[in-house]
């Protein structure tokens, strides 16, 4: 139904409900039967028992699974159950983290769902927004952010910032008139105020015209619903490894078994050493591994403000090459601040940030006393006193230890905000403001006007009319200026010196307001806006700016460093967008500033041709980002997208990785999202990028380690069948190995920090193989060298006693063992062990201390000598160990570094 049409009586009667007293409680439980909740549709949720029984869907797992059922049917019940115990585990973690994420999103939802004030049995309550329905009467003021489509019955100079659903940045004034028109865009139904908008300024009441999915903004969260999620670069590489070391395992198994079987071994005892090499060559612990690595990812991320909705998705942003960001509130603290003023042929400079009021002011590199002004003082008193925001004081506890601390909000414009904190910084206050003067009427401002306007008494009767608006707008009102300490008329070079101060001012990004003020006859009487905005005098000029967050610029240069591009996206004018990517070091010197009209005219194709040289857009509507995601991704980039509008929605779900505003950010931005940023901070991608490349990096580190290993456990197995020697290890010492020494120091690998240079390597190629980067010779060559010294101490040991095979069979198993637990210190760096500081990564040390007490425990516990076949080694075997285990790291290392040396 086209609610604009209709009168008042028309629409209350439509939806049923009585403007004077609103809903009964009975009528209200009634519609939330018949509508549903007031909430946008996020599909149906799967259970927990399905989210569970989809961790085991994974095809390492099933293959996994299949290892247990071949090893139970062996008898070999302590390999089986250790599998599923793994298998089990990581199915667990996995269940536990997403519900977690999805937690972590309710909690934040809950946190930033609307309450509405509703008319309900003739008295006004507040309700979520969750329980109120069509027919309700609502009343919306400065601040609220509106949870349902509303029919304006009323308004004070009422004005919403509804860029999150249109896209238009500046706010709309509102009225409660029908409209007469055929059809109206949603930004030209300005009788109408839609869910997740916000009030800036004014009030009004209206009544529930569309909840839920029947609002404006629930007809786009559903076209979201149908689309699909891209499949991220670590799933498909996992997927590639995984069919690679199935073949690999049973090719060697077989070959392993059938040389043996041949040289005269006992079948069954070769079938068994076969499995047992079969599960071996499978790091059984990878799916583990991937899902911890993440959770982890993920928990440092909510620490750091933020909330991953999917655990791949800070993998996904470890091959990022471009970051398509916002400006305000990302890159920006968006809080509009004044940081000049000019007034009467006098520029001073205002110090402080954010919407603290203290700060100095500062006239030709000098600290001034704004007291010492009177036209200053009537500058910025005069832009409180036209303005309807207030500065608030909260007391919130921050940090550990809960510390109470003061944060100070606006209450209204943020625009108006800033003057009113410039104000502060001069000493004004409400209080004594109020006292000198009071309030007659006010003119709103409009979009057609430019201006706002209120009539104020003074304590000794006398009234004036104050101005704030569009300079250019303001200045073509007044015949007068104040310049030095006179008033005087405004000719045509005083306007050109005004002009030339507010392109100067703009120049430097900075948002003008005009202000100025005209002084009324006794019984002078001004009843419309034109009457009064007439022979002002202009008193000056206040420049704002909404000040970059500190951390940022270091943020991006960071980001440079690390092969990645930053692109900043507003609908600022071009020369704000400019001056802050300036600002930033966003902006290079033959880097493009390209504007929306620019944008629109173009096609993909011809977008694509430039895209690379563009580093800002500017007068950008929210319907071009899927234009530029789209560009981008064609030119082969891994794109990460901010966003927080509705609009938003579509370019966030089609990038690479999508990321939401969790502040300012929509219900639907939210859904379409991969991470969410709890702070609004550019600086928390950052770290994301970084967490992502870290992970990446440690599960390398883990499959380098675990597939070394293995190829060393395999070699050992396979050199001695080839040779024609005894096995030099039994299948149970062999399932103890890969279960237990290899577990521990493996899943420490995950936790393990990043490397020194993690940020100032290029983008990984989302096309990257996992072996990679020489990853595949560093465990071929590590692998066969572990073998080799393994056997090589199996035969030294046998030659002395060819009569104790189990004392050669445990020194062959301690020397195995040893390399290994060498060895993954090795693998904690891309160049070598002498790279990084050992101790660094505490749960990899204590993972091998662990490892070494149990192995130790293995050879010199009796009952367990008994399981393990193994006997205790004496001094003289364990400095043969210690040698031959340290030469394929320690030795191979040092020569390593003499060679780059």
Same mark, same amino acid.
């Given at each position: ?548 967050? &500190? $951390?940022? +610029?270091?943020? /991006?240069?960071?980001?440079? @460093? !690390?092969?990645?591009?930053? =692109?900043?996206? %507003? #609908? *600022? ?48 509507? &929210? $319907?071009? +980002?899927?234009? /530029?995601?789209?560009?981008? @991704? !064609?030119?082969?980039?891994? =794109?990460?997208? %901010? #966003? *927080? ?65 293995? =190829? ?190």
């Amino acid at each position: 139904m086209n609610w604009y049409k209709l009168e008042e009586q028309e629409v209350t009667s439509s939806v049923g409900t009585n403007i004077e007293k609103g809903l009964t409680e009975k009528e209200v439980d009634k519609r939330l039967k018949k509508y549903g909740e007031n909430k946008l549709d996020e599909g149906k949720r799967p259970s927990a028992l399905f989210v569970f029984l989809g961790q085991f869907k994974d095809f390492m797992v099933l293959v996994l699974l299949a290892a247990t059922f071949i090893s139970g049917m062996l008898g070999e019940y302590i390999d089986a159950i250790t599998i599923m115990i793994i298998v089990l585990l990581n199915g667990i973690l996995g269940f536990v983290q997403e519900r977690k994420a999805e937690k972590s999103l309710d909690a934040l939802k809950e946190l930033s769902a609307p309450q509405m004030q509703v008319l309900r049995q003739g008295e006004w309550k507040k309700v979520l927004s969750a329980h109120v329905v069509p027919g309700d009467i609502v009343k919306i003021s400065s601040g609220d952010r509106i949870g349902a489509d509303l029919r304006l019955l009323e308004t004070n100079g009422l004005r919403i910032e509804e860029s999150s659903l249109t896209g238009e940045s500046v706010p709309v004034q509102k009225q409660q008139h029908l409209l007469n028109c055929e059809h109206a865009e949603l930004g030209d139904q300005s009788n109408m105020a839609f869910m997740g908008t916000l009030v800036t300024q004014g009030s009004g009441i209206g009544v529930v015209v569309g909840t839920g999915m029947k609002t404006e903004m629930g007809k786009i969260a559903h076209l979201l619903q149908s689309t699909t999620t891209l499949v991220t670069p670590l799933q498909r590489r996992l997927e590639q490894l995984g069919k690679i070391l199935i073949a690999v395992a049973l090719v060697l198994t077989a070959l392993v078994v059938i040389i043996g079987v041949v040289q005269g071994h006992d079948v069954y005892t070769m079938i068994l050493s076969g499995v047992s090499l079969a599960v071996a060559a499978i790091p059984e612990g990878l799916p583990a591994i991937v899902t911890v690595a993440l959770a982890l990812g993920v928990q440092r991320m909510i620490k750091r403000k933020a909330i991953v909705r999917k655990l791949p998705a800070v993998e996904t942003l470890g091959c990022a090459s471009v970051i398509c960001s916002d400006k305000t509130g990302t890159l920006t603290q968006n809080k509009m601040t004044v940081t000049h003023a000019w007034s009467g042929g006098k520029l001073w400079e205002i110090t402080g940030g954010g919407y603290e009021p203290s700060g100095t002011f500062i006239q030709n590199g000098k600290k001034v006393e704004p007291t010492s002004d009177r036209k200053l003082q009537q500058l910025l008193s005069y832009g409180w006193l036209c303005n309807n925001a207030n500065l608030l004081e909260k007391t919130v506890k921050q940090g550990m230890l809960r510390k109470q601390v003061t944060e100070y909000v606006i209450d209204g414009d943020p625009t108006e905000g800033a003057l009113v904190v410039a104000s502060m910084k001069a000493g004004y206050t409400k209080k004594g403001l109020d006292k000198h003067f009071s309030r007659v009427l006010e003119f709103p401002f409009d979009s057609g006007r430019k201006m706002m306007s209120v009539i104020v008494k003074d304590q000794k009767g006398r009234s004036y009319v104050i101005t704030k608006g569009a300079p250019d707008v303001v200045l073509e009102r007044c015949n007068k200026l104040v310049y030095g300490i006179n008033e005087e008329a405004l000719t045509s070079r005083r306007r050109t010196e005004v002009e030339g101060v507010i392109d100067q001012l703009a120049g430097s990004a900075l948002r003008t307001i005009a202000i100025a003020y005209r002084p009324l006859h006794d019984k002078e009487v001004c009843k419309q806006p034109f009457e009064a905005e007439r022979g002002l005098t202009f008193i000056g000029l206040q420049g704002m700016i909404d000040p970059p967050r &500190p $951390e940022v +610029k270091d943020s /991006i240069i960071e980001c440079r @460093q !690390a092969g990645i591009k930053t =692109v900043m996206i %507003t #609908g *600022d004018h071009k020369i704000t967008a400019a001056a802050i990517a300036n600002q930033l070091g966003i902006l290079s010197k033959k880097g493009k500033v390209l504007d929306g009209q620019a944008l629109s005219k173009m096609s993909v194709a011809e977008l694509e041709e430039v895209v690379d040289d563009v580093d800002v857009y500017a007068r950008v509507s &929210p $319907e071009h +980002k899927l234009k /530029i995601v789209k560009a981008l @991704q !064609a030119k082969g980039h891994i =794109v990460a997208m %901010t #966003g *927080d509008g509705v609009n938003d929605a579509p370019a966030i779900k089609a990038a690479n990785i999508g990321i939401a505003m969790g502040i300012t950010g929509t219900d639907v931005a939210k859904e379409a999202s991969s991470l969410i940023l709890s702070d609004d901070n550019f600086a928390t991608i950052k770290a994301a990028i970084k967490e992502g490349r870290n992970i990446y990096e440690n599960i390398r580190k883990f499959i380098r380690y675990m597939m070394a290993s293995n =190829v060393g456990e395999i070699l050992v197995m396979l050199f001695a069948m080839i040779l024609g020697m005894p096995l030099p290890l039994v299948a149970i010492q062999i399932l103890w190995i890969n279960l237990v020494t290899d577990g521990l120091p493996a899943m420490a690998l995950g936790m393990d920090q990043a490397e020194g240079d993690v940020m100032k390597r290029s983008p990984r190629s989302p096309n990257e193989g996992v072996f990679a980067r020489g990853l595949t010779w560093k465990i071929l060559s590590r692998g066969f060298m572990i073998g080799v010294v393994t056997l090589a101490a199996f035969w030294v040991t046998l030659q002395a006693d060819p009569s104790d095979l189990t004392r050669a069979q445990t020194v062959a198993f301690v020397t195995l063992v040893m390399a290994q637990l060498i060895h993954v210190f090795d693998c904690r760096s891309e160049y070598s062990v002498y790279h990084r500081n050992p101790f660094e990564n505490r749960y990899l040390v204590g993972a091998v201390f662990i490892s070494t007490l149990l192995m130790l425990a293995v050879i010199y516990y009796p009952p367990l000598q008994t399981v393990f076949h193994t006997v205790a080694l004496n001094g003289h075997e364990w400095l043969l160990v210690l040698a031959m285990a340290s030469i394929p790291t320690v030795v191979l290392g040092g020569f390593q570094l003499l060679r780059k040396k």
